[in-house]
């Protein structure tokens, strides 16, 4: 069986940490709880309900649903707020293509307002003209690649 000693959180990736004894040993853990897609919107009751019945449900038995609750609140209030229109939703594994073309035309529109909000034009502060950046560890030799006299005429 666990007793739990002190519960507290880590902000930054979002966290539940918990230190507790087994009683058999007497040795202390410290277990660490990621709260994953927590935002400042989440709902507390849910996130408390789901910590309490999953995979550390043994260690949180003690622990009463009012300190997770203040705890996890603590990490809310530190989480920044978002607006709905500063907000674009980034999903990498959308698939445009399924999309019909007034959702996709949408998406578009979406895409080029954050463009040309990050485009840098003559005249702009910050704005350099013919960049060049040389890049280390560029070229990679292998056995295949060589640089022989030969060469195929019709390649």
């Known amino acids: 069986m666990y007793t739990p ?4 959180v880590k902000f930054d990736p979002p966290a539940l940490v918990l230190y507790y004894v087994i009683n ?3 040795k202390v853990h410290r277990r660490s709880m990621p709260l994953r897609n927590f935002s400042s919107e989440s709902n507390l009751d849910d996130m408390v309900t789901n910590l309490k019945s999953g995979r550390h449900k043994r260690y949180l038995e003690k622990i009463p649903s009012e300190q997770i ?3 996890l ?9 978002q ?11 959308e698939d445009l293509n399924k999309l019909n073309d007034t959702e996709l ?3 578009k529109a979406e895409m080029d307002q954050v463009f040309e909000q990050h485009r840098v034009r003559a005249g702009d502060e910050g704005f350099q003209y013919d960049v060049e950046v040389d890049f280390e ?8 690649d060589s640089d022989e006299e030969y060469s195929d005429p019709d390649f």
Do not use: F, M, Y
């Open 137 to 144: 560890n560029g070229k990679n030799v292998s056995g295949w």
């Open 105 to 107: 035309n949408k998406k």
């Open 24 to 26: 058999a040993t007497g």
């Open 83 to 93: 607006k709905d229109d500063d907000v674009i939703s980034n999903n990498d594994v």
């Open 5 to 8: 000693r002190q519960c507290g």
């Open 73 to 81: 609140s603590k990490i809310q209030e530190q989480l920044p707020q």
């Open 69 to 71: 609750h203040r705890l």
